[in-house]
């Protein structure tokens, strides 16, 4: 199971919020890239990047900034604010690892049909959820729309990856909605957890579960890192599989 430090950019900076409230946002690094930068030194085969602006405005704001990461070697799977199959294809072709579709991937279902046929490994569908429900628009809008209802629909297009949030628990730290997880864990898609982690006891938690489901990837760590509750280089090693390896 891969552990994928996260860089969440407002404003140009480095921030994190709670419960993906703008209101409750706390800044900790003026240079995102740096950031990035130093998560990739760290170890960090992918840093999970998300334009904050973007999601909340349904356009990419940093993008420039996110380019820079990318010009240096940093590998991004990039989110927030990314609506439209030019801005897909520009940041491919600018060297992003993977993309990650949210509020377009439920209001434009020709559109992400189109994306999963073009780049079924790069395409990352964001699934953010809050008691349950899909929610768009930065976590603003709340839809009738189940998670699992949701998979079922995107599976049978071709989707092969998604990263499953649970929008009361992010920035939380009080540890990820485990029964949410099993939930997408029985679809025949690879998860990547967000949304919660604050110890090194979720961590082990989440690789417990993926021993039981295979299909669970990997694990997005935010405010957890930049707090201190633990290195980075301690979150690799709760994620060991028995070969002595970060699992990918």
Known sequence: ME??????????????LRQGDYDRETIFDEDPVAVAQHWQREGAQMVHVVDLDGAREGRQVNASIILRMIQEGVPVQVGG??????????????????????????????????????????????IDCRSGRV???GWRRQLPLTL??????????????V?????????MLAGPNLSLLRQALTRDVQVIASGGVGSLDHLHALYDLSREHANLEGVIVGRALYDGAF?????FEAVLDLGGEQSC
């Not at 290195?231 to 979150?235: G, M, N, Q, R, W």
């Open 148 to 161: 699992e209802d949701f998979i079922d629909s995107i599976v049978a297009e071709g989707a092969r990856r």
């Open 163 to 171: 990263i499953v949030t649970d929008i009361g628990r992010d920035g």
């Open 135 to 137: 929610a768009v628009g």
């Open 3 to 16: 552990v994928i430090p996260a860089v969440d950019i407002r404003g140009g900076r480095c921030v994190r």
């Open 81 to 126: 604010g990314i609506r439209t199959e030019e801005n897909v294809r520009m940041l491919i072709e600018a060297g992003a690892q993977r993309v990650v579709l949210g509020t377009a991937a439920v209001e434009a279902p020709d559109l992400r049909a189109r994306l999963l046929a073009c780049y079924p490994e790069q395409v990352v569908l964001g």
């Open 231 to 235: 290195p980075l280089a301690k979150a």
